[in-house]
């Protein structure tokens, strides 16, 4: 069976422009999650979603947007990008029910953004 | 700052020898997990604890969650080369909506 993956696994951007960033969870998996990962820091949590709704919502501005599918895939969108946006954006899915823990998180490789 | 300390930030070791993570909240917690990265890559899940004084083991790490749910570790015996790779803790704040990690500790074996 196929893991959580994302893409695109490297992209490189201008500072202003936009990004779209995809996930496809594993199958079965309804909740998916977003992280940004700064060289040197753990992963910082930007968005969660379930059931195509968001969930939670971490200290991020609202140059960051995300959605999910109705195949529970989900993209994450960065608007009027920054220096600071570079980092590697991680996405993983669970088994999570609403209300219930996190539980195991599967991870995808994660996509490298270089912002210039 | 980050909810979640861990310590130390990074360290060497000798192919063999044993080590101790450790990772500390300022508030109780509903679940603790402990998480794997090779440098650049995604994580990959250890171990999950969930009750005060639990202690798990795959292999040969070892991680334990203390009686006030604040504190874990995560002990490695006769690392090899490996079990190098940051490791992470992570935890929900609450029953579900989010999880946020440590601030991570980068483990080097040296053959």
């Known amino acids: 069976d196929a893991g959580v993956t994302q893409s695109p696994t490297h992209l490189i951007k201008t500072r202003g422009q936009h990004v779209t960033l995809r996930c496809s969870p594993i199958?079965?998996?309804?909740?998916v999650s977003w992280y940004q990962q700064v060289l040197g820091q753990g992963p910082q949590f930007i968005f969660q979603?379930?059931?195509?709704?968001?969930?939670g919502r971490g200290n991020f501005p609202d140059r960051f947007s995300a959605r999910q599918f109705p195949n529970y895939s989900s993209e994450l969108n960065v608007n009027a990008l920054l220096l600071g946006d570079s980092a590697l954006y991680l996405c993983?899915?669970?088994?999570?029910?609403?209300?219930?823990?996190?539980?195991?998180?599967?991870f995808g490789e994660g996509s490298r953004l270089t912002v210039l | 700052s980050q909810e979640l300390e861990q310590s130390p930030q990074s360290l060497i070791v000798q192919e063999g020898k044993n080590l101790t993570i450790n990772c500390t909240s300022s508030?109780?917690?509903?679940?603790l997990y402990w998480y794997k990265q090779k440098y650049g890559e995604g994580l990959i899940f250890l171990m999950m604890?969930?009750?005060?004084?639990e202690e798990k083991s795959h292999e040969k790490i070892t991680a334990k969650l203390d009686e006030k749910k604040q504190q874990s570790s995560l002990h490695i015996t006769a690392s090899q080369p490996s079990h190098a790779g940051i490791y992470l803790c992570?935890?929900?704040?609450?029953?579900?909506?989010?999880?946020?990690f440590g601030t991570g500790t980068s483990l080097t074996v040296i053959p």
């Open positions: 604890l969930q009750k005060g004084g």
């Open positions: 508030k109780t917690l509903y679940g």
């Open positions: 979603y379930y059931e195509k709704e968001e969930r």
């Open positions: 992570g935890a929900d704040r609450s029953p579900g909506n989010q999880f946020y």
């Open positions: 993983a899915s669970s088994w999570r029910t609403s209300g219930s823990s996190v539980g195991e998180l599967f």
């Open positions: 199958s079965g998996h309804k909740s």
